[in-house]
């Protein structure tokens, strides 16, 4: 039959049933002849495997536990992996959660974005997020109905003048999208006085602040700097997070804290009845037995080398006119190209000489536009891949920008 | 702040975080005083527990499995998990999994109802459904803005000429979301005479069957009946089913088989990655080392004595006027009380004589319509509970209609 697609899908499917250029990258970023810096998974090196496997050995022999596994569970969340999780947040950001705050567990960190979104939006409201940004999340803002209206990303947050006149232009704004610390895909992080005009604004234009923070707690140098979340007085910030980076993300499970008044709303957004429980005991559990920041301290010092090979060999190799990001925590480094070189035909020769990398255009609202940088994951490849990859790299971009 | 929720999100917030009746009700279902027949749960002393345990030690043993079950995943599924499950489907219907299909893993039954409702409609479009039907479905439609017209639900499906009236007054028709067997509440399952008679009417008015079938396999007498799936030609089925009362619901694992063409749209709807994979890996090992169909026999014959002993204490003590469904599966029973007779009013008596029903008000498109049908589940409770708690439903409702 001939399908009536909504208007809201009619951009090309991406998934893997589909002969897509992302999954034929993925396949590539498998085959050891090439240099993988394009993924944005954590590496399975990091992932306590003997200690989930004690967990799920305790689970499966302690028949509550088992039963709270196997049963239907509560919409918002098993208890004992919310209240982990909030004294662990409060111990890391101070008032993170507070009591006019509620949390909700969720299939991961994209889902916990989509639900607040589903019920705070209207098709033709406008969402203005930083540019570039995560691009899934630009999808789900665009199956919503949702207009993205991009504020470019500078390198300690959006462009304040920028911001605040989109949301002047936009009086059908009802959020802005932030990912507020080691930012996907640049690797910036917002400053302390930018998180605070970007809430003032939030205050000013009357809209919600959807904070996304999956990569905030690996941090390998530097001041923690706290969230948007613990600015907030008006319950305006929307806090998203999971514990992907720095658990496993094939257990897809991920939360959202906002204001016990508005949660409940978004509970009733949920389409899967409640996140999965062999991943809220499994947490819980893990929390119980074991200290979480002392595992996330063992897989920072294991980040923290491959950054630093990737950022010194880049930075050693690279023409001066290129900028290298150093970035304090997360996946990522940036690597920008001087004014007028663009990263998209910089990135394809990359791939012929067997580098893969991610160009920004596919973060940008507008993919069409040009993109100068580029996305370099640091977490996947091993340390002689890094640095013979970026050496490559560096001879690759002389040779580009030598023909320009 | 003065939230502005979505026009599709205004009603009432029903989730754990709410006072709803439904959560004083859930926990009176937990009081041993209380004769519960509310629930929608499958019995946890069906979970095959030992077998579980012995899969996960497996998986976190075994390292190509732990980091399957660790590493993100393909959006489609776990290919193992894939694979076994149509095989099984297959054998079980004969061709409900064909070359011209896809499949694709969801976290549980719900959500493989949400996505090609997402894809497949528009807000102001109309979805056809069989009345009662299951109401968070009803919940999900009206959250895609979609106005849902409800068709008589009969002792062997809808009522066809209503069927047709509904699709010929509703041009925004888009799909008839059908609970094939052993429906959710009534416990009915539509006929084959029917089930072609559906198919028949969704090709001449062009529309998408939406079929549902979480209870499907759970059959305790009588004949396999195939699903409307098993019928399709035009790729006009979207079949949904999920493990969630065959294996246990805590996992949220559940599926959607369509049309190769319209699979990939609907992967774009998944807003959470893919399927966990703690979940289809178990269920895919679980399928490798042992026989599924023999663990759901032994589900079967646990829920045949219970189905037989609401059933027979039933029929012996309520009163002739009162009809009293013989469902050949699943976990419900309907009640159906003569012309005239409201069952909320009774409803409410029996819970104060600590009997916890569900009335079928709760399941129409217009909850404010009073219903005479009740919906028993005999999963939950134990024989005793059953057997007691009929015969005190029976004299209740015997006062009831003599008061009337």
């Known amino acids: ?27 590539l970023m498998q085959d050891p002849a090439y240099f993988p810096f394009g993924a944005g998974n954590p590496s399975p ?27 239907y569970g509560f919409g918002a ?59 899934a999340t630009l999808s789900m803002f665009k199956h919503n109905g949702l207009t993205c209206v991009p504020v470019p990303m500078q390198t300690d947050g ?18 802005i999208y932030v990912i507020s610390t080691f930012q996907n895909p640049t690797g910036y992080t917002t400053s302390t006085e930018k998180r605070k005009a970007i809430y003032a604004l939030a205050q000013k234009y009357d809209v919600i602040i959807l904070e996304d923070n999956p990569y905030g707690e690996l941090r390998y140098s530097g001041e923690v700097i706290n969230p948007i979340k613990t600015l907030d007085t008006d319950g305006r910030v929307v806090y998203c997070s999971s514990y992907s980076k720095i658990m496993s993300p094939g257990i897809r499970l991920g939360y959202i804290i906002g204001n016990k008044a508005l949660m409940p709303v978004v509970q009733t957004a949920r389409i899967n009845v409640h996140a999965s429980m062999l991943a809220q005991v499994m947490v819980g559990e893990f929390m119980n037995k074991y200290d ?9 010092d294991y980040y923290r080398v491959k950054r630093d090979i990737m950022y010194n060999t880049l930075k050693e190799n690279m023409p001066d ?53 580029m996305r370099l994951n640091f977490s ?16 690759v971009t002389k040779a580009y920008l030598a023909g320009k």
């Open 292 to 300: 979480l920041m002392e595992h996330i301290k063992s897989c920072c």
């Open 380 to 395: 996947m490849p091993s340390e002689t891949q890094i640095e013979k990859g970026c050496k490559l790299m560096a001879e």
């Open 77 to 135: 969340g098993y208890e004992p992996f919310l209240s982990n999780t909030k004294a662990w947040l409060n111990k890391l950001y101070g008032s993170m959660v507070t009591e006019n705050d509620d949390m909700m567990a969720t299939a991961g960190g994209a889902e916990a974005l989509a639900f607040p979104t589903m019920v705070l939006t209207d098709p033709g409201d406008v969402a203005i997020v930083e540019d570039p940004t995560f691009s």
């Open 45 to 71: 090196d990091t992932f306590p495997v003997d200690k989930i496997r004690e967990v799920y050995n305790e689970i499966f022999t302690t028949p509550a536990l088992t039963k709270a596994t196997l049963n």
């Open 1 to 27: 039959m001939n399908y009536k697609i909504s208007k809201f899908y009619q951009d090309m499917p991406t998934g893997n049933f589909a002969p897509a250029k992302r999954t034929s990258n993925f396949k």
């Open 158 to 175: 959006m462009d304040i003048e920028k911001l605040e006149a989109a949301l002047k232009a936009n009086p059908k704004a009802k959020l």
């Open 321 to 373: 006119s290129v900028t290298v990001s150093y970035p304090e925590g997360g996946l990522f480094l940036w690597v920008d190209l001087p004014e007028g070189c663009l990263s998209g035909p910089l990135s394809e020769k990359l791939l012929e000489n067997k580098v893969i990398v991610f160009d920004g255009a596919g973060f940008q609202v507008d993919k069409s536009v040009p993109s100068h940088g």
